[in-house]
């Protein structure tokens, strides 16, 4: 059984940032599942489609190409809002659903654990996950936090226009009917509105760590 740290939360909360930061202390494997989302949403509005149709979403969910993970194309905010509705359609996740578990069951590098990030890792993805996260800060952090990102990329963008998208994309991902972003039961709750990303870091491996250590022992013991 994989070790899974589940890590889950609104947009440009710094999950992302510190999935990443914990799969590389832990020599875990690491998914962004937005990246699903972003890249299903960049192949239907690239074949000029609508986000919000079904058959043009699951056209997208089934031409998705891995190899533009790291595109930047896909980290615009249009993207983003078009991940938003293309997730909130169950035949999609459905079809993405099996990607997310099939990484868990065989990360990549055939290592113990795995890091996951996405808005529904700790409840639908993978309930039974070694360690969950799930991370918040204000919308105005958020919107400030993305704001400086852009502007470090050269983009100008207005606060207000960016605080009103992330609150817009929150609103869809929280009350879609289907896997909506929420905190597991059992997920630990991290806010990081007054935390830098070093001190959002420390916190989260307090959160995590003993779980995982306890799940390595075991499994050198089983
Ligand atoms: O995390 P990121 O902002 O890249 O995700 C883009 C969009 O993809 C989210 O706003 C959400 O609608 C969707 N998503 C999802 N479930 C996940 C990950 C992302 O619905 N596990």
Do not use: C
């Not at 919000?52 to 997208?60: Q, S």
């Not at 852009?150 to 929280?174: C, M």
């Amino acid at each position: 059984m994989t070790i899974i740290i589940a890590v889950d939360g609104p947009a440009a909360s710094g999950k992302g940032t510190l999935a990443r930061r914990l799969a590389r202390h832990f020599n875990f494997a690491h998914l962004d599942s937005g990246v699903l989302y972003r890249l299903t949403a960049l192949s239907v509005l690239e074949a000029g489609g609508n986000p919000a149709i079904e058959a043009d979403a699951m056209r997208g969910a089934r031409g998705i190409d891995l190899s533009r993970a790291g595109d930047p194309a896909i980290r615009t905010d249009l993207v983003g809002m078009a991940a938003s509705k293309v997730s909130a359609i169950p035949a999609v996740r459905a079809a993405l659903h099996d990607f997310q578990t099939g990484f868990l069951a065989h990360p990549p590098g055939d290592g113990p654990g795995a890091v996951m990030d996405g808005r529904d890792i700790g409840t639908v993805i993978a309930p039974h996950a070694t360690a969950k996260l799930f991370i918040d800060a204000a919308p105005e952090v958020r919107a400030r936090r993305r704001w400086l990102e852009l502007k470090g990329l050269g983009i100008e963008k207005d606060l207000e226009t960016l605080l009103g998208e992330i609150q817009a994309r929150d609103h869809a991902d929280r009350t879609r009917a289907i896997s909506p972003l929420a905190k597991a039961p059992d997920a630990d709750l991290l806010d990081t509105s007054n935390l830098d990303i070093d001190a959002a870091f420390a916190a989260a491996l307090a959160l995590v760590e003993p779980k995982v250590s306890g799940a390595l022992k075991d499994r050198h013991r089983g």
